[in-house]
């Protein structure tokens, strides 16, 4: 079966860092995504991880460990603007191009 | 932005009728996606198509089909709407690059209300 945990929700101070982890158990795997999603909005894609290891791009880096079916969005620098839900997407099938999502955790950054 | 458009942007249907959501896409991405998002249950995947004509069942595939004859336009159809149907359905679209999956870029959702 497929299953993927993430904190429902967060709350952090504008300058500050925050990590949101997720845990996935999935029938297949190729490579984790994670997409950002303001609310009333489409998700917007952040990150993808297919080896082990730390990507970064810019505020934003995200890690994967495979063989513990763990992954953590690190956001540096908090803005008022990312508050916003944060999905974790495993990609289940060979190609890498069927995700499941997790159910969110959701980010507010105050002031 | 990715060219994906999704039509309609809002339908109100009632429970028993047939509805149709259109989904399409100008990038001429081989991989596109119905999912539906509900409260306290996320993106969930309903049907994906991996190429003209081929397609295959995801993890909320019951009471609804889809086809694909074109490479750009990707159908979603309850045949007899319910009222658990009521959702946010976001359309998406993604191709395979050397290594891995470009990702997924979705359209800007069809909020349908089944009374």
């Known amino acids: 079966g497929q299953n993927i945990d993430q904190p429902t929700e967060m709350t952090a101070t504008e300058g500050a860092i925050v990590q949101i982890n997720c845990t996935y158990q999935t029938s297949g795997f190729n490579g984790l995504f994670w997409y950002q999603q303001h609310a009333g909005e489409a998700p917007t894609f952040l990150s993808y991880?297919?080896?082990?290891g730390l990507e970064e791009k810019g505020r934003f880096s995200s890690f994967l460990s495979r063989s513990k079916g763990y992954s953590y969005l690190l956001l540096k620098e908090l803005q008022m603007k990312d508050s916003a839900s944060y999905l974790c997407a495993p990609a289940f099938n060979q190609a890498g191009t069927a995700l499941i999502f997790g159910k969110g955790t959701t980010l507010s950054v105050s002031s | 932005d990715a060219g994906i458009t999704q039509s309609p942007r809002h339908k109100v249907t009632e429970t028993g009728t047939p509805v149709t959501l259109r989904c399409h896409q100008t990038e001429n991405h081989r991989y596109m996606y119905w999912y539906r998002q509900d409260p306290g249950h996320g993106l969930r995947l309903i049907h994906y198509s991996y190429g003209v004509k081929d397609t295959d069942k995801g993890e909320v595939s019951d009471g609804y089909s889809v086809s694909r004859s074109k490479t750009e336009d990707f159908l979603l159809t309850l045949e007899s709407a319910t009222s658990s149907q009521t959702s946010v359905y976001f359309c998406a679209i993604s191709e395979v690059r050397g290594r891995g999956t470009s990702p997924l870029h979705f359209g800007n959702g069809t909020r349908l209300t089944v009374t």
């Open positions: 991880n297919v080896l082990d």
